[in-house]
Every structure is written in structure tokens, then in C-alpha cells.
């Protein structure tokens, strides 16, 4: 396991005690039939553990091989590439975030969902227009759909057609 895995897994498990921990002392966590508001934080935790620990055992067991580099770059060019690619596609989900999260009272759930669906997938994911198109229409509808028709929870209107 690499350095940086291991700090990201310890890191894991770590949040996952302290979401369990403190939905299991600060919240209540009710029944399972009459659940408080600890409830699901608590679940939540306890799966962060239970994922950081099988994440741990899956790197012990499956150690991958070392790799060889045959594009005859030094290594320190090679190692640099693909995290520099990382960070940008990390800073482009961010900045994709923070503007769904910003337009998503001003021009409602679905025109927002659309505009981030489609930003993600043309920007992060790097797919094809027509196919990013495709899957932008089809996860907003769906989303709609579960949220407004089959949870019945109350999205924000798009104001443009109100």
C-alpha cells in the first residue's frame, strides 16, 4: 500500500468513528422503526469503517505488482503526469459543485441538475457532446423522478417557467 493510500484509509476509518460517535452520543438514534436524527449519520459511520477496513484487507491480500516504465521518461515525470491530471479534474468537480450549489435555488432543480450533469461530463469525465448530452438528460429526468414524483420531496421551480 502506497503512502498516500494508507493516510487516505486511515483517514476513512477515522471519519468514520467520529461519525459514530458522535451521532451515538450528541444525537438520538431512536429505534428502528422510529429513527432520531442520529439514525442515519450512524449508519453512515459505521459503513466508513466497515469500507476502511475492507479496503485495508483488499491491499494486503491483492498488493500490486510494481510497475515498469517503458516510455523511457525519468520517473519523476512519469509519477507527476497523471496527479497533475488529478488535481485539475479535482478543482473542475469543485468549481462544478459550488455553481450547482449556487444556481440551484436561483433557476431551480432540473435546469441547475441539467447545467451540472453537463458540466461534469463534457469538463471532469471528458466525454463526447452527444453522449454527455445523453446521459445529462437522462440522470436529470430520473432524478426529477425520484425526488418530485416518487419521494415527493419540494424541489426548487425553475423561475423561467413559473
Not at 432543480?109 to 451540472?116: A, P
Not at 471532469?124 to 416518487?150: D, G, N, Q, S
Request: charged share 10%.
Amino acid at each position: 500500500m502506497s503512502k498516500s493510500h494508507n493516510v487516505a484509509n486511515l483517514v476513512v476509518i477515522a471519519l468514520g468513528i467520529f461519525v459514530s460517535c458522535y451521532s451515538y452520543y450528541s444525537l438520538k438514534l431512536g429505534l428502528l422503526i422510529s429513527p432520531d436524527a442520529g439514525f442515519m449519520p450512524f449508519l453512515c459511520g459505521l459503513a466508513l469503517i466497515l469500507l476502511g477496513i475492507v479496503w485495508r484487507i483488499q491491499t494486503m491480500i491483492f498488493q500490486s505488482p510494481t510497475r515498469v516504465n517503458h516510455s523511457g521518461a525519468p520517473p519523476a515525470v512519469v509519477k507527476t503526469a497523471p496527479l497533475r491530471a488529478s488535481r485539475i479534474k479535482l478543482g473542475l468537480a469543485f468549481v462544478a459543485t459550488v455553481a450547482y450549489a449556487a444556481l440551484f435555488e436561483r433557476i431551480g432543480f432540473f435546469l441547475s441538475t441539467l447545467l451540472f450533469m453537463l458540466a461534469w461530463q463534457m469538463a471532469v469525465e471528458r466525454r463526447h457532446w452527444l453522449k454527455a448530452i445523453i446521459i445529462t438528460i437522462l440522470c436529470a429526468a430520473a432524478m426529477y423522478t425520484l425526488f418530485k414524483i416518487l419521494l415527493r420531496v419540494a424541489l426548487p421551480p425553475n423561475p423561467l417557467l413559473s
